[in-house]
Nanobody, 130 residues
Framework: QVPLVESGGGSVQTGGTLKLTCTAS????????VAWFRQAPGKERHVVST?????????SDSVKGRFRISQDYADNTLYIYLQMNNLKVDDTGVYYC??????????????????????WGQGTQVTVSS
C-alpha cells in the first residue's frame, strides 16, 4: 500500500489556481510533518512547502504569498492540502508529498532535508502555460 497519495494536479494557464491533496491513511505521519516537493523538467527536486504536526507552515521563497499549505485529520486519514494561487510557468513540474513517520521535535523538523523523508507519494503533474 502506497503510504501517501497525491491528487489534484492538472493543466492551467498563468494566473490560475489548483489545489493539491496528499492523502495518508492512519496516523503514522501525524506526529512529525509532511512536505510538498516539486521536480521541474530536467531539474532536481526541491521543497516547496512543509507543515509540522502542530500546523506550522513553511514555504520556499518562490511560492511565498501564493501557496498555502494546510492539514486535516478525519476518519483515520491525514489530508495535506496545497492551495496554489496565481500560478506561474515556473511552477510547472511533478509535485510529490513526503512524510516522516513517528514523532519528531520542532527543532528536528526545522533542520530536515530531503534525505530524511523515507515515505513518498507517486507524484501529480502540474502544468502551467502562458
Amino acid at each position: 500500500q502506497v503510504p501517501l497519495v497525491e491528487s489534484g494536479g492538472g493543466s492551467v494557464q498563468t494566473g490560475g489556481t489548483l489545489k493539491l491533496t496528499c492523502t495518508a491513511s492512519g496516523s503514522r505521519f501525524n506526529s512529525c510533518g509532511v512536505a510538498w516537493f516539486r521536480q521541474a523538467p530536467g531539474k532536481e527536486r526541491h521543497v516547496v512547502s512543509t507543515i509540522y504536526a502542530d500546523g506550522t507552515p513553511a514555504y520556499s521563497d518562490s511560492v511565498k504569498g501564493r501557496f498555502r499549505i494546510s492539514q486535516d485529520y478525519a476518519d483515520n486519514t491525514l489530508y495535506i492540502y496545497l492551495q496554489m494561487n496565481n500560478l506561474k510557468v515556473d511552477d510547472t513540474g511533478v509535485y510529490y508529498c513526503a512524510g516522516i513517520e513517528g514523532y519528531c521535535s520542532s527543532s528536528y523538523w526545522n533542520n530536515v532535508d530531503e534525505d530524511d523523508f523515507k515515505y513518498w507519494g507517486q507524484g501529480t503533474q502540474v502544468t502551467v502555460s502562458s
